[in-house]
């Protein structure tokens, strides 16, 4: 099964995904981005929707029976419409988020150019609105993408479609050590078939059916 724990910067993925490591690292491969394509000078969102195709055939090859990309802001429909998609057994995804006074003061603390915290919390407000509607704001991904990406596997889907199922962990209040604790558990979940699964790739199809 492919995991993908995603969010906007300053949610807390580093540290959850250093905690699915460590309880569950037996059978679930942790990585982010850079572990499997060259990160570049400047990153393009063509250069992430290629990297997460690299996850992807990663996650294929590995011989533990799970992976889970975390660390990057990638986004579920940018999950699903990598090319190798339709050969990965199941996807789950996770998204962290928090609210925009802590996702700043968490930034700020870390260091982050404060001109760019505004974009920061934009993007967090996109991907909260993503995980829920895939019809929101669809040109954020498709704009300016990878040419062999297959958009159309989701992008008809209606908003409130049943297939449309990602887990929401809020961060805001929770100390890391609860955050770790929540997504440990939201992998076992998943992997045991009792969590939301984005399930439904038909391997013979375009299309997210």
Known sequence: MFLLLTGASGVG???ARRYVEAEL???VHCAELRDVAAVPAVPTIEWRNQATEAAVRAALSFDRPHFLLASDPVAVGELLAVPSAPELDGIAACLLDARPDVQTARLTARGDDPALLPNHV???DWMRAHASDPQHMQHVLTGEGWEAMQWARWTELPTGDPRWQVTVVDTSDRTPDEV???VVAWVR???EGRAPRLTA???SS???T
Request: hydrophobic share 45%; net charge positive; aromatic share 10%.
């Open 13 to 15: 993925k580093s540290t």
């Open 25 to 27: 690292g037996d059978v």
């Open 122 to 124: 934009a993007f967090a």
């Open 180 to 182: 770790g604790r929540r």
């Open 189 to 191: 979940a998943a992997i």
């Open 201 to 203: 790739l038909h391997t």
């Open 206 to 208: 375009t299309r997210f």
